[in-house]
């Protein structure tokens, strides 16, 4: 099974996947994660791709498409992808069905979050990530036990540099400019399923799974 993630930054893509990922066992593919990853390591990709989203703006189509179709021909792809943060345009869209195509596979659903602008905001800017584990925290909605403390494995947490309240903004626009048109893309090839991404944590993932057919019980 290929599962897209698709809605705002902060709708909580990320926190989603991590929890699909132990529901169904399919394999989590951020591209975020895969720009953060390789400027951590000081790759040439990891440098262009800070320039871009320092300012809140998409790294081009032929870098992301590039890197991520690099990736999902790694062995662990095989047994089924959940997309976070792609595609984000159309032409990445067109491209991802493309290569899935000529691997007859396909995209099986797109899981839709929305949550009102006002909301994503604080959840942009008061989100935490641990340097360790890459858990997810929001120092408004769910806090660490201790501040600046991971509760999972004990990693210090940090603030993403771009997620200032002036780059959250000018994400949300790209966001509402550059992504919002494949909600009606894939309305149209009929495998959208929409969610409530204003509900608690536990019942987004509820929705996603009954949306994906999954009994949550049943899975491993
Ligand atoms: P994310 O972790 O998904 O919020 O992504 C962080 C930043 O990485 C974005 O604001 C973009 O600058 C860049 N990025 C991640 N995924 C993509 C994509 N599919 N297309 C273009 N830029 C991306």
């Known amino acids: 099974m290929n599962v897209i993630l698709l809605g705002p930054p902060g709708a909580g893509k990320g926190t989603q996947a991590k929890l699909l990922v132990e529901q169904t066992g399919l ?3 951020s591209s975020g994660d895969l720009f953060r990853a390789a400027l951590r390591e000081g790759t040439e990709l990891g440098m262009l ?4 989203m320092d300012r809140g703006a998409l790294v081009p189509d032929e870098v992301v498409i590039g890197m991520v179709m690099e990736r999902i021909k790694q062995p ?3 047994i ?5 943060g792609f595609p984000r345009t159309i032409d990445q ?9 000529q691997h007859e596979k396909a995209i099986d659903a797109v899981l839709y979050m929305d949550v009102a602008r006002e909301v994503l905001l604080r959840r942009i800017a008061g989100r935490q990530t641990c340097k ?5 925290f929001n120092i408004y ?22 997620d200032t309240m002036e780059t959250a903004q000018r994400r949300l626009d790209v966001y509402f400019e550059q992504t919002m048109p494949l909600i009606e893309h894939y309305r149209g090839e009929g495998n959208l399923r929409e969610i409530d991404g204003r509900q608690d944590i536990g019942q987004v ?3 996603m799974m009954q949306a994906l057919g999954i009994d949550i019980a049943e899975s491993p």
Do not use: W
């Open 27 to 29: 394999t989590h593919v």
């Open 93 to 101: 869209a067109k491209a991802l069905k493309i290569e899935m195509a």
């Open 205 to 207: 993932t509820e929705g």
């Open 80 to 84: 089924g992808v959940i997309f976070d």
């Open 49 to 52: 791709a800070k320039s871009y």
């Open 132 to 136: 360790v584990c890459g858990a997810i």
């Open 141 to 162: 909605y769910f806090p660490s036990y201790k501040a600046g403390i991971c509760d999972i494995c004990g990693g210090k947490l940090y603030q993403r540099s771009d």
């Open 76 to 78: 662990d792809c095989a």
